[in-house]
């Protein structure tokens, strides 16, 4: 198998039982950034258990752990989930590995934790980048991981009708405004690790996805001429309506932060959402950038970062 979903196949056919492997990112999907170097292929892996799958793969497949720091991703410890008795390694972080010619990044979660933040949003770390084109290679949820795709789905487009004040507006915004939810407050896009066009360069690379996904939501909106047009009852009074359908995270954050007036005004509604990504994605982009450089080690988390800013700052010039 010669095709990049094929050798993929092939290096998880050689790992521990997973719940479910998904791909994400520019390594698997096209994105209109001119470049041709040879990309990572990002990967988020949802286990039972990700310290007893890391202990089993480390007998298994030693040689995939040469770059990553063991004992921080088979770590004893455990966090509680918030609102939930789940509770799951305190390790959660990344790791490379380069099998075929082809370099991996693995984000290894607890099943638990990734189901409750594509329901709820409560890291954003996950949801945000499911909110993009994937592919689920594997998915061993028996139905549950598919629905909850769905929801996180849904509470993408609730998010960006409610951030667009107007009552019409420009589809390619739309699809923007969902683009850039995870990267509002993402630490790599304020240190200039991300490039100033990747949000345009995601929507432009995946127009079938985003017009699939996201472009017939016959109860919310309709199109027409590549505009969107909110159905009647985002009147104000109707607001908090729309309010109590967001997934919980963002619903409790704007109903205990607003008062009752404030929920009745679309624009105060569309800014503070709007500073909630900003909020969650900082912390959950710092968290994980400090997970990752734990587990990754620390050459290899400067090579990833010296990568992307030159990355950026080529695209610019060859765009000026």
Same mark, same amino acid.
């Given at each position: 198998?010669?095709?990049?979903?094929?050798?993929?196949?092939?290096?998880?056919?050689?790992?521990?039982?997973m719940n479910s492997v998904t791909t994400y990112g520019s390594?698997?999907?096209?994105? =209109?950034?001119? =470049?041709?170097?040879?990309?990572?292929?990002?990967?988020?892996?949802?286990?039972?258990? /990700?310290?007893?799958?890391?202990?089993?793969?480390? !007998?298994?497949? /030693?040689?995939?752990?040469? =770059?990553?720091?063991?004992?921080?991703?088979?770590?004893?410890?455990?966090?509680?989930?918030?609102?939930?008795?789940?509770? *799951?390694?305190?390790?959660?972080?990344?790791?490379?590995?380069?099998?075929?010619?082809?370099?991996?990044?693995?984000?290894?979660?607890?099943?638990?934790?990734?189901?409750?933040?594509?329901?709820?949003?409560?890291?954003?770390? !996950?949801?945000?980048?499911?909110?993009?084109?994937?592919? !689920?290679?594997?998915?061993?949820?028996?139905?549950?991981? /598919?629905?909850?795709?769905?929801?996180?789905?849904?509470?993408?487009?609730?998010?960006?009708?409610?951030?667009?004040?107007?009552?019409?507006?420009?589809?390619?915004?739309?699809?923007?405004?969902?683009?850039?939810?995870?990267?509002?407050?993402?630490i790599r896009t304020r240190l200039h690790c991300e490039n100033?066009?990747?949000?345009?360069?995601?929507?432009?690379?995946?127009?079938? *996805? *985003?017009?699939?996904?996201?472009?017939?939501?016959?109860?919310?909106?309709?199109?027409?001429?590549?505009?969107?047009?909110?159905?009647?009852?985002?009147?104000?009074?109707?607001?908090?309506?729309?309010?109590?359908?967001?997934?919980?995270?963002?619903?409790?954050?704007?109903?205990? =932060?607003?008062?009752?007036?404030?929920?009745?005004?679309?624009?105060?509604?569309?800014?503070?959402?709007?500073?909630?990504?900003?909020?969650?994605?900082?912390?959950?982009?710092?968290?994980?950038?400090?997970?990752?450089?734990?587990?990754?080690?620390?050459?290899?988390?400067?090579?990833t970062i010296t990568g992307k800013i030159k990355k950026g700052?080529?695209?610019?010039?060859?765009?000026?």
């Amino acid at each position: 198998m010669n095709t990049i979903k094929g050798k993929t196949m092939e290096l998880l056919q050689e790992l521990p039982p997973m719940n479910s492997v998904t791909t994400y990112g520019s390594g698997y999907f096209k994105q =209109t950034d001119d =470049t041709k170097e040879r990309k990572t292929k990002d990967l988020i892996v949802s286990v039972d258990n /990700p310290s007893k799958w890391h202990a089993e793969n480390l !007998l298994k497949n /030693p040689y995939l752990y040469q =770059t990553a720091n063991v004992k921080n991703l088979i770590d004893p410890k455990f966090v509680k989930l918030e609102d939930s008795n789940c509770i *799951f390694p305190s390790a959660l972080g990344c790791f490379f590995a380069t099998f075929e010619g082809e370099e991996y990044k693995f984000i290894v979660v607890d099943k638990r934790l990734l189901y409750k933040d594509l329901e709820w949003w409560s890291h954003f770390s !996950l949801a945000g980048r499911f909110q993009k084109e994937t592919t !689920l290679l594997i998915d061993e949820s028996n139905g549950v991981l /598919p629905e909850l795709m769905k929801k996180n789905y849904e509470g993408a487009v609730k998010s960006a009708l409610l951030m667009h004040p107007e009552m019409r507006f420009d589809l390619e915004d739309y699809y923007k405004t969902i683009a850039k939810l995870s990267y509002l407050g993402d630490i790599r896009t304020r240190l200039h690790c991300e490039n100033k066009n990747k949000i345009n360069n995601i929507v432009e690379g995946s127009k079938d *996805f *985003f017009e699939e996904t996201y472009g017939s939501w016959d109860d919310e909106f309709v199109v027409r001429h590549n505009k969107v047009y909110k159905a009647p009852d985002y009147q104000d009074k109707y607001l908090i309506n729309k309010i109590n359908e967001l997934p919980n995270a963002l619903k409790y954050t704007l109903l205990n =932060t607003l008062s009752d007036k404030q929920l009745n005004n679309p624009k105060i509604v569309a800014k503070a959402i709007r500073k909630f990504f900003t909020q969650i994605d900082t912390r959950s982009s710092v968290e994980l950038a400090l997970r990752c450089h734990k587990t990754a080690g620390s050459q290899k988390t400067m090579e990833t970062i010296t990568g992307k800013i030159k990355k950026g700052m080529t695209f610019t010039k060859k765009r000026g």
